[in-house]
Structures are given as structure tokens and as C-alpha cells.
């Protein structure tokens, strides 16, 4: 169980077009996703967090208007990296949990590979 | 905030012999303490996880001990095998909401 799956695995795009990636729950329903950024032989970087039907709150030094986040369901969350730049080239993973009343277990994805031209 | 730092940055061990990975965290409300294995180009996996109601946790191989009163946690894993190389994260929840801050990885080698 805790299934998460991410599409696609990997993407490469031009600079300044826009890549959506999206990230699902197979097994559960999860009130919260998250999404961090990893670049080589680094540690996760969370991102924002999302809960389903309302806007996602963005870490500190995070552009909200160049990540779109969108959680429409209980099951999907959509990244969308806006004119990208070869220095959003990076390892974007999502991580998905569902309210327990303390804090969740966070199942992750298996990743995106973002290459930016 | 929280700040979780992780030691060793690298670990070799001989196939068959026990590693230990170290974690240390700032804030006494961290009460939620998740270990990830993550293999090369693949998302973290949960191996185990404590909660500080207890100062212990056993999962064949994998252990977990918990000190919350010198906030530290360690990854105990017996009887080393090659499957068990790969990078390994310490992770420690946020006084507020249910976020994680991650150790900076421990890159694990089982030589056969």
C-alpha cells in the first residue's frame, strides 16, 4: 500500500516553456502533498505544501508564480514549473499523506527528472 | 526552525557487519522521526519511522533508537547485504503543520 506515482519520469524542455508534472496517490486518499527539489548529492528541499481544495503554501524564497501547484483532488497534484530556466534543472519528487491527527507519514513518488535546455 | 544534522556523511562496511547512522535535531517539539532510503535516481523509500512515545523500534534488520532528552536518533541495520547500499535520510517534523526537514544523507556501501 501508500503507492505514489509521478509523470513523467523525466522531461527535457527549451528554455522559457512552461513542463506540468503530475503526482498521484494510487492506494489512498491524501490530504496533503508536498513538493521538494533535489539537485545532485543534496538533501530534499521542500518546496509547498498542498492540501486538497485550497491554495499551497510556499517555503520561503519559493516563487509561487513561477511553480503553479494545483490540488484538485484527493488523488492529484500538479506541479507546473512556468518559463523555465536551465536552473530549474533538478530532481523534483512529491511525497503524499494522509491526516492521522499528529503529524503523517509522507510516502514518496519516484521522481521527475526536470532538464532545461 | 528545526535543524536536523546527520552523521556520518559516508559509511563503508564489510557484507554481514551492522551500520549506525546518527541524527541530531534542534527543536525539543520534533515528535515525529522518519528514516528514508533512497537509491540512485529513485524517490526516498520510508524504512522505519518513531514517534517519541517510545525509544525503540524493530523492524527485522532495521532499527530505530530515540533520545529525546539529548534529541538524537540513530539507524541501526544488522547483517549488511549489497541491496542495502544507497543513500540514506534522517528526517524530523516541524513544531507546526506536517512538514519534514531532512538530514543532509549518508551514503551507505556494502562491500561484498
Known amino acids: 500500500g501508500a503507492v505514489v506515482s509521478q509523470h513523467p519520469s523525466w522531461v527535457i524542455c527549451k528554455s522559457g516553456t512552461s513542463v506540468k508534472i503530475e503526482c498521484r496517490s494510487l492506494?489512498?486518499?491524501?490530504?496533503?502533498m508536498f513538493w521538494y527539489r533535489q539537485f545532485p548529492k543534496q538533501s530534499l528541499m521542500l518546496m509547498a505544501t498542498?492540501?486538497?481544495?485550497?491554495?499551497?503554501?510556499?517555503e520561503q524564497g519559493v516563487e509561487k508564480d513561477k511553480f503553479l501547484i494545483n490540488h484538485a483532488s484527493l488523488t492529484l497534484s500538479t506541479l507546473t514549473v512556468t518559463s523555465a530556466h536551465p536552473e530549474d534543472s533538478s530532481f523534483y519528487i512529491c511525497?503524499?499523506?494522509?491526516?492521522?491527527?499528529?503529524?503523517?507519514?509522507?510516502?514518496f513518488g519516484p521522481g521527475t527528472r526536470l532538464t532545461v535546455l | 526552525g528545526e535543524n536536523v544534522e546527520q552523521h556520518p556523511s559516508t559509511l563503508s562496511v564489510q557484507e554481514g557487519d551492522s551500520a549506525v547512522i546518527k541524527c541530531t535535531y534542534s527543536?525539543?517539539?520534533?515528535?515525529?522521526f522518519p528514516w528514508y532510503k533512497q537509491e540512485l535516481g529513485k524517490g526516498p523509500q520510508l524504512i522505519i519511522d518513531?514517534?517519541?512515545?517510545?525509544g525503540e523500534k524493530k523492524d527485522q534488520r532495521i532499527a530505530v533508537t530515540l533520545n529525546k532528552t539529548a534529541k538524537h536518533f540513530s539507524l541501526h541495520i544488522t547483517e549488511t547485504q549489497p541491496e542495502d547500499s544507497a543513500v540514506y535520510f534522517c528526517?524530523?517534523?516541524?513544531?507546526?503543520?506536517?512538514?519534514?526537514?531532512f538530514g543532509a544523507g549518508t551514503i551507505l556501501r556494502v562491500k561484498s
Open positions: 511525497s503524499a499523506a494522509w491526516s492521522s491527527g499528529r503529524t503523517d507519514t509522507q510516502y
Open positions: 492506494d489512498f486518499q491524501a490530504t496533503t
Open positions: 498542498s492540501n486538497e481544495g485550497s491554495k499551497a503554501t510556499y
Open positions: 527543536d525539543s517539539a520534533s515528535n515525529y
Open positions: 518513531i514517534r517519541s512515545n517510545v
Open positions: 528526517a524530523a517534523d516541524r513544531e507546526y503543520g506536517n512538514k519534514l526537514v
